[in-house]
């Protein structure tokens, strides 16, 4: 019986409600035998949270995990991040490892430097997006209706540029990472390369990998029912 709490992050541009999906698929069954309770939380700007001030950074991010688990009396918990959750949650377990048990990533990217950062950063100019592609701008709007989308985007781009100029997550981080930790990536994810991952997985002293067939990197285009199978294998759930 698995009573550690699961909580799940979301990715860049994200929030907590696209997860509605798979917090219900993750939901014991009226028979089930488990008591572990299942979260999910906006970052700070994100989804229904106001924008604050300060820069959107890791370790803000991560600050807002350790808030939430403090408000819920929630000591440590498994971690499933996607994409930028997944950055999020091994930052934390590097930063403050009691607070983390198993970790799952799915989509997280790795391979930060200035060119990479500023390739994915040309992709998040809110003027741009408005004008070129309306439907994802409507999208996003309604997605952070607790801030401004625009002002999301522009401080996501910053994010980005940052980790290229100084990642969080390296060789030199993950090494002292001795959680368990699950790493998945799609085999069609078009941001995220196997080769990075693999990577990953090798600097990691307790790393399992896993690749996910018929899988690209957008979330809402991903098998509910593949990730949940695959985020049960990982935390015995």
């Known amino acids: 019986m698995n009573t550690t709490p699961l909580l799940l992050l979301h990715g860049a541009l994200g929030a907590a409600e696209q997860f509605d999906e798979l917090f219900a698929s993750l939901q014991p ?6 008591d572990a309770s299942i979260h999910r939380l906006d970052f700070e700007g ?11 950074e890791i370790h803000h991010f991560a600050e ?4 939430y688990l403090d408000a819920h009396g929630i000591e440590s918990a498994h971690i499933f991040g996607y994409s930028m959750g997944g950055y ?20 997280t990217k790795f391979a930060w430097n200035p060119d990479t950062a500023a390739k994915e950063a040309s992709m998040l100019d809110a003027q741009r997006i408005s004008e070129k592609v309306p439907k994802f701008a409507a999208k996003l709007k309604a997605l952070h209706s607790g801030s401004d989308w625009k002002i999301v985007t522009e401080k996501t781009r910053a994010l980005l540029l940052s980790l290229g100029e100084k990642p969080l997550v390296d060789a030199s981080t993950l090494g002292s990472i001795n959680h368990s930790v699950c790493l998945a990536i799609g085999d069609r994810d078009e941001m995220v390369t196997l080769e990075e991952t693999v990577a990953t997985y090798k600097a990691l002293p307790a790393a399992s990998l896993a690749v996910l067939p018929h899988t690209p990197h957008a979330l809402e285009k991903i098998s509910v029912q593949r990730l949940s199978i695959a985020i049960r294998d990982c935390f015995a759930f």
């Open 46 to 56: 994100h989804g229904k949270q106001p924008l604050t001030e300060r820069p959107f």
């Open 64 to 67: 807002n995990v350790v808030a």
């Open 29 to 34: 069954s009226a028979d089930a035998h488990r």
């Open 88 to 107: 999020v949650a091994l930052h934390l377990a590097e930063r403050q490892p009691h607070r983390v048990q198993k970790i799952m990533t799915l989509g």
